[in-house]
């Protein structure tokens, strides 16, 4: 059974239908990733199965519960976690009290504290920087605290938005390194990103978006060949 199911999934703003009855699935331990050009739907889809954004019509399964219905605070609690796009991190709170933010569904202080410790070693310049002012921290620096943020949930799924969004090229690679790893540790993506090339090159699988629809899905090296990708997406 896949691990996150989305059934004819339809979201509309006002008279705009801005997702048209999609459907797709994300399998446990792998990295689907969304790739479509700007206004396609992408961040729609990830807001809307995080409780962000209502569904007009159309199921999201996670497991066997249906999103639809709930609370996106109790959401993260099921084992979800969301890296928004633009990072939106706390600009005036220090690293230490972002991450504590991205625990607040977690009673368990023991817990809390390995996934500290998980971030950090993840993460090292974090730990380095953990009573710095969040909004000093370079470009990269605060994408890495929101994933950070993300993972002291222990989610078992984490939806990434733009994760390499006006990052440099340096920076670009080591984010795609660390979501590589995340997921080798055990925890599935559903990945949102412009840079086509990259996402296709770490995912499992991909789908293709263009106005609120599915046009094109396969295994993602696959995709990566595709002479209409390759054309729209790959600047091929």
Do not use: C, W
Not at 46 to 68: C, Q, R, S, W, Y
Not at 142 to 161: N, T
Not at 168 to 180: A, G, K, M, Q, T
Not at 210 to 232: H, P, Q, R, Y
Request: a neutral charge.
């Amino acid at each position: 059974m896949a691990m996150l199911e989305i059934k004819d999934l339809e979201v509309s703003y006002g008279m705009i239908k801005a997702i048209k009855g999609i459907s797709f699935e994300v399998n446990q331990g792998e990295i689907i990733a969304l790739i479509g050009a700007n206004g396609a739907g992408k961040t729609t889809i990830l807001h809307t199965i995080t409780g962000l954004v209502p569904a007009h019509k159309g199921e999201i399964m996670f497991g066997d519960v249906n999103l639809t219905k709930i609370k996106a605070h109790k959401i993260v609690g099921m084992g979800m976690a969301h890296v928004p796009e633009g990072r939106r991190v706390f600009q005036q709170l220090t690293v230490y009290q972002n991450l504590m933010m991205g625990a607040y569904t977690v009673k368990d202080k023991k817990q809390i504290a390995d996934s500290l410790e998980m971030v950090y070693k993840r993460f090292p310049r974090l730990e380095e920087r953990k009573n710095q002012v969040a909004g000093t921290l370079s470009g990269g620096e605060q994408q890495m605290l929101a994933m950070g943020r993300a993972l002291m949930s222990k989610p078992g799924i984490i939806l990434m938005d733009e994760p390499s969004m006006g990052l440099s090229p340096l920076y670009v690679n080591e984010i795609f390194d660390i979501i590589r790893e995340v997921n080798s540790d055990g925890t599935t993506v559903l990945l949102v990103e412009q840079n086509a090339k990259k996402a296709l090159a770490i995912a499992n699988r991909a789908y293709v978006l263009e106005t609120g629809k599915i046009v094109l899905s396969g295994d993602a090296k696959e995709l990566m060949n595709d002479d209409s990708v390759k054309k729209a997406y790959l600047g091929e």
